[in-house]
T-cell receptor, first 114, second 108 residues
Framework: DTEVTQTPKHLVMGMTNKKSLKCEQH?????MYWYKQKAKKPPELMFV???????INESVPSRFSPECPNSSLLNLHLHALQPEDSALYLC?????????????FGPGTRLTVT | KNEVEQSPQNLTAQEGEFITINCSYS?????LHWLQQHPGGGIVSLFM???GKKKHGRLIATINIQEKHSSLHITASHPRDSAVYIC??????????FGEGTQLTVNP
């Protein structure tokens, strides 16, 4: 199983809502990532978890709150988002954080904030 | 100047043509990735390479570490190859630095 799954595929939320994005992998990977991708732009790294601990936060606003409940799951909790947060949110995983490990990407969640 | 530059930005080809997408980078890297992204989202990793050449089906990726340059070739292109192709480099640890992508359209 070389798949990273993400739910939901699409999400529309208001600026006062609280929602969560979910990501799951069963490859035994110990590093997991959240990326944000705006239209026609490359992905931007948001967070990296290594062995269930947050190792990189790329100065992401606190309205985005990541959580790694176990080595297979990664959540992104959303609260009080702005319309400019509308984007494709991609999850990825790799065996570890060292540079020789390949990252496997999920299909993404397309988020629209109204 | 971006650390990773891709060319061309857009490429239109006829089915069956040989296609080359180029990637140049200005930093020391430990590995280079070629990624494919179809409309609607998901990214597929095509190759990860740190030297030489790799081949998978109709796709070939090469890298010249001394010249800081990599190419992705598609032989006998097909409309289903239409996608955005992204070059990304690993400089240290887990961070990937992405190029802006090349939008490829293959017409039947």
């Amino acid at each position: 199983d070389t798949e990273v799954t993400q739910t939901p595929k699409h999400l529309v939320m208001g600026m006062t809502n609280k929602k969560s994005l979910k990501c799951e992998q069963h490859m035994g990977h110990r590093a997991m990532y959240w990326y944000k991708q705006k239209a026609k732009k490359p992905p931007e790294l948001m967070f990296v978890y290594s062995y269930e601990k947050l190792s990189i936060n790329e100065s992401v606003p606190s309205r985005f709150s990541p959580e790694c409940p176990n080595s297979s799951l990664l959540n992104l909790h959303l609260h009080a988002l702005q319309p400019e947060d509308s984007a494709l949110y991609l999850c990825a995983s790799s065996e570890g954080v060292l540079s020789n490990y390949e990252q496997y990407f999920g299909p993404g969640t397309r988020l629209t904030v109204t | 100047k971006n650390e990773v530059e891709q060319s061309p930005q857009n490429l239109t080809a006829q089915e069956g043509e040989f296609i080359t997408i180029n990637c140049s980078y200005s930093v020391g890297i430990s590995a280079l990735h070629w990624l494919q992204q179809h409309p609607g989202g998901g990214i597929v990793s095509l190759f990860m390479l740190s030297s030489g050449k790799k081949k998978h089906g109709r796709l070939i990726a090469t890298i010249n570490i001394q010249e800081k340059h990599s190419s992705l070739h598609i032989t006998a292109s097909h409309p289903r190859d239409s996608a955005v192709y992204i070059c990304a480099v690993k400089t240290s640890g887990s961070r990937l630095t992405f190029g802006e992508g090349t939008q490829l359209t293959v017409n039947p």
